[in-house]
Each structure stands twice: as structure tokens, then as C-alpha cells.
């Protein structure tokens, strides 16, 4: 379920596909990679604009939210007779803006304003917490558990903390074991992440992962920690460009549920994993009833475009049913890779409690 990197980047929209493992036996023994005090140096002076603060009423940004920001989908809707539209994003991602004053013979300062960009209608409830069973080749692997923790702030900006954590199920612990964890901060207004991270510990790896993303700079900050069986321990601190208010490959999903999803829309937004950009592209197909612990409920089915690598490399389609309501909760995803077919199906949900500024 966590984000897979291995030899090269191995890019996902949904990170409960990579519960499958390359090789069925353990490798030796790896300490686990902890935490340090605190966040890299190498960070440098805007260190403190990623640290995340607990409990805290955001106070107002210097950094001014857009009001007026209009979704191109009611600008650039097709005739009435196609059900497919242009992708639901915004008409500017990010706006500079002039400082003020300055020399004609010198490019206006600029200031980044976030969009605002919250649905008429929050999916995401703080308490919510989801528990899927992950099944590969005809056994339960293991599963994985995806929550909604209460507010947090970073750089005076009130975000939203997502959390996930995989566990290899016993049987196929006796093959390979897994205890995984991945987060995401997402801004409240914007809905982009500032801050991704997994922590891996596996039989064959351990990885203690870290990215910033900095849309006001256009850069990303990516510190990986490894230590795999083969390759030994191996440490990347670096920065690299990205687009402004791109998801990682969690966030991914939470921004999915903030779109209104018609049949034959293409969703598009932009996604940064490990200092790689590219864009996702995920195709509205159709409505249809499945049961599940909700009940017998209408799902929208989604078709993602993913690029994988190494033991998860596509060799077909993926799919994706959410149910056709405002929370627009996971039911079920299907991926077929090299070597069979991974199945997540929601076996518990709690609806957790919607924000008072929704309500």
C-alpha cells in the first residue's frame, strides 16, 4: 500500500496498490530507519514553514486566499449533446501577484496567492477512517487503514492530516511482512499538499521517505533514507521543480473526492512523487450499484491512467468505484500487474465528523 520506489520512480495515483511485494522470501536483517529531532538543515531558512503545529487556530495567512477563482469546467463545457468535459481544475493553479513598486529596468517582484478551491460540499471528515481488506492472487495479503486525524497547521495555513498504515496479513507475513505508514498535509483552502511522508518496514527494505512542496517557490524538497538488502544504505537530499499546487500520490485520491464527477468527465491535475512530475489523467466511465459494509450503494467507476515500474508495472487497466454521493467514499480498486491482480475492497467505515465551517 505505500508508495513503491525502487531502481527508478515508480509514480501512482493511489498508494494501496503496492501491498504487493517483488519476491517471496525475507531478506536479512535491516534496522528500522527512525525519526530524527526535527527536519533536515538542508531545508535551509524556510525550515520553519513546514514544521507542523498541533492543536492550532490558523491565523490569518500573509499569504491571501483567492475568493474569485473560477473552475475552467463551467468556462469550457462542451455542447449538451457530449458527456465529456474539460478536466475540473482551476483556470490558474497559482496567481503572482505585483508587490508593488518597482524599477522599469527590473521584472516586477511577485507574491504566490493560493486558490481557493473547496467544494461546495467537504468529503473529508475529520474521525473518518477507512479499512480495506487487500487481496492478491486469490489470498488476503494483508490490509490497509486510511483516517482523517484532526486539523493541523503549516506555515499558518490549516490543513487537513491523512494517514494510512498497511499491515501483511499472517500468512503473508510468512513470505513477506509489512508494517508501513504513510501521511499527507493538505491545505484546507487550496487542496494541494505541503507535506509527504512514508515510513517503510518490510523484510527486504526499510525507508523513511520526506517530501516539501513548496508551491510558492516551485520546488520540492526530497530527503529519502533507505536501507534495502542488495543496495545497502543509500540517502538522497535534493530539491527539485515542480508545478505549483501539485498531489502526491495520496492526496491524489482526497483531491478526487472534491470534484463533481459526471460520466464521460476527464479528471487532470498534476502530480510530484520523488522530485518526478507528470500529469494524472483519470476518465469518468459509468454509475452502477455494488454492495458493500454501506449497504447496496450507487458507485461511480473511474478509470486512472498510472504509470508503474519494476513488479508494478501496468499490464492492464485499473479501476476505481467510489460511491455516487458527496463523500464520495473508496469502495473498491482493482489493478492487474506482472504478476496478477491486486483487489482493495472496503470491509469497515467510520464517517468521522464534518467541519463547523461546513456545516
Not at 35 to 64: I, N
Not at 245 to 264: A, H, K
Not at 308 to 322: A, N, P, R, V
Request: net charge positive; aromatic share 10%.
Amino acid at each position: 500500500m505505500m508508495l513503491r520506489m525502487r531502481d527508478g520512480p515508480s509514480v501512482k495515483i493511489f498508494t494501496v496498490l503496492s501491498l504487493v511485494l517483488s519476491a517471496c522470501a525475507t531478506g536479512g536483517n535491516l534496522s528500522r530507519i527512525e525519526d530524527s529531532q526535527g527536519l533536515p538543515t538542508e531545508v535551509g531558512a524556510d525550515l520553519h514553514r513546514f514544521e507542523v503545529r498541533e492543536g492550532v487556530v490558523p491565523r490569518p495567512s500573509a499569504l491571501a486566499v483567492r475568493q474569485d477563482a473560477v473552475p475552467l469546467s463551467r468556462k469550457n463545457k462542451l455542447s449538451k449533446k457530449s458527456s465529456r468535459v474539460q478536466s475540473p481544475t482551476f483556470e490558474k493553479a497559482a496567481v503572482l501577484k505585483d508587490r508593488g513598486p518597482h524599477s522599469l529596468d527590473s521584472p516586477a517582484p511577485s507574491v504566490f496567492e493560493y486558490p481557493q478551491r473547496r467544494p461546495k460540499v467537504d468529503p473529508i471528515w475529520v474521525g473518518e477512517k477507512a479499512t480495506y481488506d487487500i487481496n492478491y492472487l486469490g489470498m488476503n495479503a494483508g490490509d490497509f487503514t486510511l483516517q482523517v486525524l484532526p486539523f493541523k497547521e503549516i506555515n499558518r495555513r490549516k490543513v487537513y492530516h491523512v494517514f494510512g498504515e498497511a499491515k501483511s496479513s499472517k500468512v503473508f507475513s510468512l513470505f513477506y511482512s509489512l508494517k508501513d505508514t504513510i501521511e499527507t498535509f493538505i491545505d484546507y483552502q487550496a487542496w494541494a499538499p505541503h507535506r509527504f511522508h512514508i515510513v517503510l518496514d518490510e523484510s527486504k527494505q526499510k525507508r523513511n521517505s520526506l517530501e516539501l512542496y513548496d508551491s510558492e517557490k516551485g520546488e520540492t524538497f526530497f530527503w529519502n533514507r533507505w536501507n534495502h538488502h542488495k543496495k545497502g544504505y543509500i540517502e538522497i537530499k535534493d530539491r527539485f521543480p515542480m508545478k505549483p499546487l501539485s498531489q502526491d500520490s495520496l492526496s491524489s485520491l482526497m483531491y478526487l473526492r472534491t470534484q463533481e464527477l459526471q460520466d464521460g468527465d476527464v479528471v487532470r491535475f498534476p502530480v510530484i512523487s520523488e522530485g518526478k512530475n507528470w500529469e494524472a489523467e483519470v476518465t469518468v466511465l459509468r454509475r452502477e450499484m455494488i454492495n458493500s459494509p454501506l449497504g447496496r450503494v450507487r458507485a461511480i467507476v473511474l478509470k486512472p491512467e498510472t504509470k508503474y515500474q519494476g513488479i508494478l508495472k501496468k499490464q492492464g487497466d485499473s479501476f476505481i468505484w467510489l460511491t455516487d454521493d458527496s463523500r464520495k467514499v473508496l469502495l473498491r480498486l482493482e489493478a492487474k500487474v506482472r504478476i496478477g491482480t491486486v483487489v482493495a475492497v472496503l470491509k469497515s467505515f467510520e464517517s468521522g465528523m464534518r467541519s463547523d465551517s461546513d456545516r
